[in-house]
T-cell receptor, first 112, second 115 residues
Framework: KQEVTQIPAALSVPEGENLVLNCSFT??????LQWFRQDPGKGLTSLLL?????REQTSGRLNASLDKSSGRSTLYIAASQPGDSATYLC???????????FGAGTTVTVRA | GAVVSQHPSRVICKSGTSVKIECRSL??????MFWYRQFPKQSLMLMAT?????????EQGVEKDKFLINHASLTLSTLTVTSAHPEDSSFYIC???????????FGQGTRLTVV
């Protein structure tokens, strides 16, 4: 069974600082990995998707890396803004499966 | 990206009544949709996989008679919480893969409160 862990559980930084969010998973036979953002009481917004054959993906200030062999992904958010305050979830999909296994998330607070 | 719409966003019901939550794929067809439950400060837990035109597949420990799932068309799946109790109060979210069946998209979620 795929176990997904996100560290830290919470993070508070001043505006402008770069954010580093970590996700680790136990089964490296993945199909892809997705990073999501969740605002309080809301659904999930897809941020980045990394296929198993890729090492990283970038979108604006966001960059996600993937190291399958070590079972890790890192989400970098450059020059954080108060609007980046949210919970960030990573989800892993195994090869041959449609199910996603989620981490518990990292709750980010960016202080103005 | 694909759009998944979920309705209602929040609902309050009395113990013993049933509540139906709808999940629609707005700009694509979804033969498979997924229903999750999320407890406060916890991760999403998959409840069931909804298959168009056939029975849903439930995860271990999920009562299929309590959480009825119907996927009658390629754009609509419904979750009915039957005989709701306060312990069923939670945040329910649906998802579907877009047309490439690679990236998952989620609805806005439904906050269910049973009083």
């Amino acid at each position: 069974k795929q176990e997904v862990t996100q560290i830290p559980a919470a993070l508070s930084v001043p505006e402008g600082e770069n954010l580093v969010l970590n996700c680790s998973f136990t089964d490296s036979a993945i199909y892809n990995l997705q990073w999501f953002r969740q605002d309080p009481g809301k659904g999930l917004t897809s941020l980045l998707l990394i296929q198993s054959s890729q090492r990283e993906q970038t979108s604006g200030r966001l960059n996600a890396s993937l190291d399958k062999s070590s079972g890790r992904s890192t989400l970098y958010i450059a020059a954080s803004q108060p609007g980046d305050s949210a919970t960030y979830l990573c989800a892993v999909r195994l090869r041959g499966d449609y199910k996603l296994s989620f981490g518990a998330g990292t709750t980010v607070t960016v202080r103005a | 990206g694909a759009v998944v719409s979920q309705h209602p966003s929040r609902v309050i019901c009395k113990s013993g009544t049933s509540v139906k939550i709808e999940c629609r794929s707005l700009d694509f067809q979804a033969t498979t949709m997924f229903w999750y439950r999320q407890f406060p400060k916890q991760s999403l837990m998959l409840m069931a996989t909804s298959n168009e035109g056939s029975k849903a597949t439930y995860e271990q420990g999920v009562e299929k008679d309590k959480f009825l799932i119907n996927h009658a068309s390629l754009t609509l799946s419904t979750l009915t919480v039957t005989s709701a109790h306060p312990e069923d109060s939670s945040f329910y979210i649906c998802s579907a893969y877009g047309q490439t069946e690679t990236e998952a998209f989620f609805g806005q979620g439904t906050r269910l409160t049973v009083v």
